[in-house]
């Protein structure tokens, strides 16, 4: 019979998604059939599964790191931020509509059979599933309907472990405080906490994780010190992206406000060549940029205006007056055609609205959301490229005449006169290393043979070999409990 452990934290991004990954790669290295499991996600870095739905791109990585394909199932509920008081629902890996936060909370408890139905369907073909929570569980104003935490934990009668992050400092009152908060009930499925991101050699906490147990009664499960290669998988939150690299070719990339599938740019990042200069909001686009990469986006529209707002058309355009280049992918392609359509409202206000008109295309919004798994061929070099499109939206035009992709026998993205600027729908493109290669030598980098995929593989070898060391596994598959049926 399967069991189940959850991981929970005392806030957000304590380090609960590499954790998970960490875990799910320790305990299948181990010989067992290990599945992660996320109730409800809120991000707009979304990966498409083989089932042909979405889910958040850190449960992804963990379904990659128990060896598995990424399934709807593993993230029943996942919300995309389409503004700062509405959100995209995403149900079972489909899109079901958008709600505004006050409405979201009315219609979480209806989502629970849904949540526990993907759960149990996981616990099949499992010996062990690894469940994150979101946020913090100590959020008592929303632990009524709550489906992401204890509410979820109570409904399938799962154990929690608590991990609080030291390097933000003062976890003893974050651990302590989740303890005081929390109801009884609650309380008493904490099994264990772990202490994590520590700075310095962990034997130093000591006598705090002692305090921390005498004040909860909960076991120490241990403390887990900083791991330096965590910038080489990919960021759940927008908040965790920075700049990354020293190379001489410098690719700049605007941080939109609905930034979404940034995780595009951890290949160009792993190039010793490159430099990603993430280009915050109030910053201008730096001057001596060899590329300008505009990134998706969860609201083309709404991250058009804050483009323009950001005074970045203006830089743009210097920009592209000195003779570099521009790429736009997916909602940054949208963003660099003439017009955008959207007859439906689907992005807010119906209407046509300018785009920045550097490609002669034009984009409509409407239909079904695009979500595939797919495999295109770059026309200049020849190479082969696996990606994947997740979008709402078509776009048509003169400059597709010039499009460097073929897809399905189609042909995929635009390009201007010159060459300059091009844009695509395609996410993951640059994982494609001899692709990569080819593009970046466009720039003068040389070819370094980087295998991305081996790059991924080995860090969470590493990050596994990294918890096996700090934390008391044994102790934490013992604390896991069995699942009960339905």
């Not at 079901?96 to 979201?104: C, H, I, K, N």
């Amino acid at each position: 019979m399967a069991k189940a452990i959850m991981i929970q934290g005392t806030g957000s991004n304590v380090g609960k998604s590499m954790l998970v990954a960490g875990l799910c790669r320790a305990f299948t290295r181990r010989g067992l059939k290990v599945v992660p499991f996320k109730p409800q996600n809120m991000s707009n870095n979304a990966a498409v599964t083989q089932d042909g739905g979405e889910i958040g791109r850190a449960q992804a990585l963990q379904a990659r790191a128990c060896g598995l394909a990424p399934h709807s199932d593993m993230n029943p509920v996942l919300l995309k931020p389409e503004s700062e008081h509405g959100a995209q629902v995403v149900v079972q890996g489909k899109r079901v509509g958008a709600l505004m936060a006050r409405d979201y909370g009315q219609e979480k408890p209806n989502l629970m059979p849904k949540v526990l139905e993907s759960f149990h369907r996981l616990t099949a073909a499992a010996d062990l599933v690894v469940i994150e929570g979101a946020g913090s569980p100590a959020e008592t104003n929303l632990r009524k309907g709550d489906i992401a935490n204890m509410g979820f934990a109570e409904a399938a009668d799962v154990p929690v472990i608590l991990v609080g992050d030291i390097d933000r400092g003062g976890v003893i009152a974050q651990l302590v405080g989740s303890h005081t908060v929390l109801s009884p009930e609650d309380r008493a499925r904490i099994r264990g906490f772990a202490v994590n991101k520590f700075r310095g050699d962990p034997k130093l906490f000591e006598e705090g994780s002692k305090d921390i147990a005498q004040r909860t009664g909960w076991t120490d499960l241990g403390t887990l010190s900083w791991f330096p290669e965590a910038h080489r998988l990919p960021a759940e939150d927008v908040m965790e992206i920075s700049s990354r690299g020293t190379g001489r070719i410098k690719i700049a990339v605007p941080k939109l406000s609905r930034i979404a599938n940034f995780d595009d740019l951890d290949p160009l990042a792993a190039e010793p060549d490159v430099t990603v200069q993430i280009v915050e909001p109030g910053e201008p686009l730096p001057g001596d940029a060899d590329l300008v990469l505009i990134p998706g986006t969860k609201s083309t529209l709404g991250d058009l205006a804050f483009f323009r707002a950001q005074g970045w058309d203006i830089d743009l355009h210097a920009h592209i007056r000195r003779g570099a280049h521009v790429l736009g992918i997916c909602g940054g392609y949208q963003m660099l055609g003439q017009w955008i359509d959207d007859p439906e409202g689907i992005e807010g206000p119906k209407g046509r609205h300018p785009g920045l008109g550097y490609l002669n295309v034009e984009t409509t919004m409407g239909g079904d959301k695009r979500l595939a798994e797919v495999v295109a061929t770059d026309h200049a070099s020849g190479h082969e490229v696996r990606a994947y499109e997740i979008h709402i939206g078509c776009t048509d035009g003169p400059d597709m005449a010039r499009a460097w992709l073929t897809l399905e026998g189609r042909p995929e993205g635009a390009a201007s006169q010159d060459g300059r600027v091009m844009g695509c729908y395609l996410h993951g493109l640059f994982t494609a290393d001899a692709f990569r290669s080819a593009y970046l030598e466009r720039f003068g980098a040389a070819n370094t043979g980087i295998i991305f995929d081996a790059t991924v593989e080995h860090t969470l070898d590493a990050l596994a070999d990294h918890i096996e060391a700090h934390l008391d596994l044994d102790r934490i598959y013992a604390l896991a409990e069995a699942i009960k049926a339905v």
